[in-house]
């Protein structure tokens, strides 16, 4: 590709060169014109000096005086002929001597082509004419000062022409530096890296392109963000409670039935309903915003007791109620939970609480195997109205003799340990592969990994129900190293994308990473498909570490992508500096986004965010047919989910 840079250089040069030939030219063309003036100058000197000479000779007819004078003439090089008659036209002596040009390209005399120059001269005694004499000049020499002096204007203008080439290539360099830093400016604009050019070059046209390109990053800045701002008050005011700020009651239920028939398995969970059981009474008596001040500290103090747990989910419901859900836990972890997170909230104090005192209830039920989301919220909200405001106990748990369980609590923490890392050591894992389709032609785009475990009683375990296990034991870099070998010993033919989950725990593991690094390099046919995916909530609480990996993966070939997103209700600042595959909206947005306005002008914003960013936006949990029809219209690139095709295992590896 040619640059203007080449070209400047280009057109100093090719001036120079029509600089050159045109002085050249004319030098050359005077130089020839006073040469041909010194040659018949010569010429004529010679003739009549020769002339002079000859008198005495030529009177006595002395024939060897004549010649030897000749010749004397002759020896220098300078004639081609001499030659002397006498009065009656007759050649008493003539000499020719031979032309020979050394040294001188036939090229060069052709183009010169000096004529031959003469002089003539009478030979006389007195004021007798005794004869005339010709003498006829030799180019040679002339050719050959005319051939040195061109190699010494080229040799001059070699070094003078290099000379001012340097000079121009630095002038140029420098003044079109600028031009360069505009073309890094617009490249970052391209990635949403609206920087700023803050020193302006001199040159006026120069310095308006830049003022101009910094005005049109500070625009776009402005409109990606106020954007992105958008995106989240849209999701805010649809999905989030504008009192506690926590979730409402639209979006814990549709998040809380994306665990229903999950792709990664069957999953097990906790489910709280907490209840501010004399919130009317506190809006009666002190006012509304007492009763949000004391809706607030409940809110906050349920926060606070669950943020060790990376999926949990608060939600105020209605009213007084706020709905608690954390999925992938034991029941013995459940019941200490629930226990830890009554004596929270009963030790809460609020503006009024003097006058005014809380009274706080809460139930709570566990499901080994989640299968209606509904169901769960009907077993707490019975187990919550099972309860007396002002009774001695507060708090309960449903239980049901008809609830059926799966081995997984029928075993110990410790017993579960051992079983995690034997599994690990023995390999005793299965792959299974999920679909990703492109839309809308639902064409092959890629697809997702998802593990297996089999329980110590033969119950198969997916990944939802034994991975947070997994974390909280310490085996999470373990698992995703057995993963990955796992899919480079036999990873699905073709070259479309092999999505993996990679835990938190791993991208902060700088010696994971390492290992990673060398996997990838080894494994060069798994790079070039790979893409990782990581949770959006993990960008908050491990940013820098998941930037470092990206920049292993990019080294390779392979891609990162951002998992749930939409859940968290940030500004989505990281899509301005962090390099992304694809967005892979959150379950909980597309579960009947036919039905839901809000969720379809959502994800049609996310899409329009992602075109500007140039990342790709997926969708996971696509089921039904009406829920297609939807998304097939809203410019998105991918989806995954059950409508086209279950996972399936790949490597049985056991």
């Known amino acids: 590709m040619v640059t203007l840079y080449r070209q400047l250089i280009m057109a100093v040069i090719a001036a120079l060169m029509v600089l050159y030939v045109g002085n050249l030219v004319v030098s050359f063309k005077n130089t020839k014109s006073l040469v041909a003036q010194q040659m018949e100058t010569h010429a004529q000197d010679a ?3 020769l002339a002079f000479s000859m008198t005495q000779a030529a009177q006595g007819n002395d024939i060897a005086t004549l010649e030897t004078m000749l010749n004397a003439v002759s020896d220098g090089g300078y004639y081609k002929k001499i030659k002397f008659v006498d009065v009656n036209e007759k050649t008493v002596l003539e000499r020719h001597f031979p032309v020979q040009i050394e040294s001188v390209p036939q090229w060069f005399v052709n183009l010169m082509k000096l004529p031959d120059y003469q002089g003539n001269a009478e030979v006389s005694s007195g004021w007798v004419i005794l004869g005339n004499l010709v003498v006829v000049s030799h180019p040679g020499l002339a050719y050959q000062n005319l051939w040195q002096a061109m190699l010494q ?14 000079i121009a290539f630095f002038a140029v360099r420098t003044l079109l530096r600028p031009l360069k830093e505009v073309e890094n400016q617009a490249n970052a604009i391209c990635e949403q890296q ?3 050019q803050v020193k ?29 701002d958008l995106i989240r008050d849209l999701r805010d005011q649809s999905h989030t409670d504008f009192i506690t700020g926590l979730s409402n009651r639209a979006d814990f239920d549709a998040r809380l039935n994306t665990f229903v028939n999950d792709e990664s398995g069957i999953h097990s969970g906790m489910l709280v309903i907490v209840a501010l059981n004399n919130l009317g009474h506190i809006n009666e008596v002190a006012g509304r915003p007492a009763g949000n001040d004391a809706l607030m500290v409940l809110g906050q103090s349920l926060q606070r007791t669950s943020e060790d747990y990376d999926q949990v989910l608060i939600a105020r419901r209605q009213g007084k109620e706020f709905a608690f859900f954390i999925p992938d836990i034991t029941e013995d972890v459940a019941d200490a939970l629930a226990a830890s997170l009554m004596r929270e909230v ?8 003097g006058q005014l005192p809380d009274s706080i209830t809460m139930g709570y039920t566990y499901s080994d195997e989640i299968t209606n989301g509904p169901e769960l919220l009907s077993e707490a909200d019975m187990a919550l109205h099972s309860l007396s405001s002002d009774g001695e106990k507060n708090w309960g748990k449903f239980s049901s003799l008809e609830m059926a369980s799966i081995p997984t609590v029928s075993h110990s923490v410790l017993s579960w340990k051992q079983f995690i890392a034997q599994s690990i050591t023995d390999k005793a894992i299965e792959l299974l592969i999920q679909q990703i389709v492109s839309v809308p032609d639902r064409q092959l785009k890629g697809y997702e990994i998802y593990i297996r475990f089999r329980s110590p009683d033969d119950f198969e375990l997916s990944a939802g129900t034994i991975v947070p296990m997994v974390q909280r034991f310490g085996y999470s870099t373990e698992l995703d190293k057995l993963v990955l070998e796992s899919l480079a010993e036999k990873a699905p033919p073709g070259d479309e994308m092999l999505v993996v989950n990679i835990c938190s725990e791993s991208i902060c593991d700088s010696s994971f990473c390492e290992w990673l690094s060398g996997y990838l390099s080894e494994h060069d046919h798994i790079a070039q498909r790979l893409v990782v995916e990581v949770p959006e909530h993990a960008l908050k609480v491990a940013e820098d570490e998941i930037r470092s990996c990206e920049k292993i993966l990019a080294r390779h070939g392979s891609g990162l992508a951002v998992d749930h997103f939409g859940l968290e209700s940030s500004a989505f600042g990281y899509l301005a500096s962090l390099s992304l595959r694809y967005l892979k909206v959150h379950r909980s947005f597309i579960k009947n986004i036919h039905l839901s306005r809000d969720n379809q002008f959502y994800v049609k914003a996310l899409a329009q965010l992602a075109q500007t960013r140039e ?9 039904t047919d009406a829920e297609w029809q939807v998304l097939a219209n809203m410019n998105i690139d991918g989806a995954q989910g059950f409508l086209f095709g279950r996972p399936e295992a790949l490597i049985p590896t056991r």
Do not use: K, Y
């Open 153 to 166: 204007r080229l040799a001059w203008f070699s070094l003078i022409g290099l000379g001012v080439c340097a």
């Open 47 to 49: 003739a009549t000096s």
């Open 200 to 228: 302006l070059p001199r040159t006026r046209e120069l310095r308006v392109v830049v003022e101009a390109m910094n005005r049109l990053s500070s625009r776009l800045e402005a409109l990606f963000h106020g954007q992105s």
């Open 194 to 196: 609206f920087v700023q």
């Open 346 to 353: 009963s030790r809460i104090s609020w503006q009024h609480d």
């Open 615 to 623: 990342v790709q936006l997926v969708v996971e949990g696509v089921e």
